[in-house]
């Protein structure tokens, strides 16, 4: 039984990275902006929410900065679209480029080589009384702050979507921003809040890989999880509750690929590390005739 909660355990804790990152994709494409730049955002909240967790040895002001280079990243990808039309897909990989750069320079600039690495302050873990002994359930419960967190806002993004007046006008303009503007929607506005909103919370998984995963920033300490976040939210036919579906499903994944580097002697090591990427392959072609999109995913809007 400790095995199972401690494999749980594990699953949740990396269910959290993709379902943030997810969450983060789909309120950006619920308004027809598809933002594919979560591996460079994620790359630059990580090096600078280490940085600031590290220097100041707060854990929460690592997780806020994270959030805030989020939401500049948002306000950038949203003001360069949206004023000067550039193609979204151009945009988001000019980000991944430009993120890759700064992050290691920023580290660089700031923390320097050192003999042995830096490590962030430890995060605290939220026990539940009595529910914190329940075998299994623990596991999913017995968790830092951020992953109470990704299960509250993966609620409130059903709820906000699905329950309000204003959640189903913001789908209105994935579906069709013209006639959300006929009805005197301000569209563009639209599109700039959920884009900044989303993007933060990629800026927040970005700073929880630093600060929960490893303790210490590493040059390319996303893994590509950025990208795998577009293939969940394609798969979760960009539905904030089947992201979190998407989010466990790929953590098994990364953990079961993490056990069987430990206990493969005979497996090339390289050919596991593609385990994730063939397994999102796959489950889209599986599923690709069920996946919904919103209509004007990817385009830009002009009122003319």
Request: proline share 5%; hydrophobic share 50%.
């Amino acid at each position: 039984m400790n095995f199972i909660n401690e494999l749980i355990r594990q699953i949740t804790t990396y269910a959290t990275i993709y379902s943030l990152l997810t969450i983060g994709i789909i309120i950006g494409g619920k308004t027809g902006v598809f933002n594919i730049a979560g591996d460079g955002i994620m790359l630059v909240a990580a090096s600078v929410s280490f940085i600031v967790s590290y220097l100041s040895n707060n854990w929460l002001y690592g997780f806020l900065f994270g959030i805030l280079i989020g939401s500049v990243f948002g306000l950038l990808f949203s003001f360069i679209h949206e004023y000067f039309k550039v193609n979204q897909f151009i945009l988001g990989l000019c980000i991944i480029i430009l993120g890759t750069g700064l992050s290691d320079f920023i580290y660089n600039l700031i923390i320097g080589v050192r003999l042995s690495n830096p490590i962030s302050p430890e995060v605290p873990i939220i026990y539940i009384p009595f529910i914190s002994k329940i075998p299994i359930l623990s596991g999913f419960l017995n968790q830092n702050p951020i992953v109470y967190f990704m299960y509250i806002i993966t609620f409130i993004s059903w709820w906000f979507y699905y329950k309000t007046r204003i959640g189903l006008e913001t789908r209105g303009i994935g579906e069709n921003p013209k006639a959300m503007d006929v009805v005197g929607i301000n569209v563009t506005l639209r599109r700039y809040i959920s884009t900044i909103i989303g993007a933060s919370l990629i800026g927040l998984a970005g700073a929880y890989l630093p600060l929960i995963i490893t303790r210490t920033y590493s040059p390319g300490i996303d893994g590509g999880r950025g990208t795998m976040a577009i293939g969940i939210a394609i798969f979760a036919s960009w539905k904030p509750q089947r992201a979190i579906i998407g989010g466990f499903l790929f953590a098994t994944i990364e953990v079961i690929v993490y056990q069987l580097q430990i206990i493969s002697k005979t497996i090339p090591y390289q050919f596991i590390l593609m385990i994730p990427f063939i397994s999102i392959l796959i489950i889209m072609l599986l599923f690709r005739r069920k996946i919904e999109y919103p209509s004007s995913i990817g385009n830009p809007y002009n009122r003319e």
